[in-house]
Nanobody
Framework: QVQLVESGGGLVQAGGSLRLSCAAS????????MGWFRQAPGKEREFVAG????????SYAESVKGRFTISRDNAKNTVYLQMNSLKPEDTAVYYC????????????????????WGQGTQVTVSS
């Protein structure tokens, strides 16, 4: 069983920064590919960023490349999302998720490959 708890969301002005954290429980965290997704009001949930268990492989949605950075600390069972140069269109509920251990391809953006999800944290960017 894996539990994921996000924190760090809030209200920020455009151009500002936030760092989200996702604390995980469970022994498999250090072997798991982790992802961040987001869902804006009235829109489908979308992939934001992902990171391999070693941290060597990272993947980003085009809309956040160069502004967001995903990282992890396996000793602390935590994955982070540093968000800089935030825009109003980044407003959404942000979720972290664990990719199922059986998946090894490059389809990091596919929600169906993630088997555990956090409850989400709200990020609101004002213009």
């Amino acid at each position: 069983q894996v539990q994921l708890v996000e924190s760090g969301g809030g209200l920020v002005q455009a151009g500002g920064s936030l760092r989200l954290s996702c604390a995980a429980s469970g022994r498999t965290f250090s072997r798991s590919f982790m992802g961040w997704f987001r869902q804006a009001p009235g829109k489908e949930r979308e992939f934001v960023a992902g990171i391999s268990w070693s941290g060597i492989i990272t993947s980003y949605a085009e809309s956040v490349k160069g502004r967001f950075t995903i990282s992890r600390d396996n000793a602390k069972n935590t994955v982070y999302l540093q968000m800089n140069s935030l825009k109003p269109e980044d407003t959404a509920v942000y979720y972290c998720a664990r990719r199922g251990l059986l998946y090894s391809g490059t389809y990091y953006y596919r929600e169906v490959e993630y088997d555990y999800w956090g409850q989400g944290t709200q990020v609101t960017v004002s213009s």
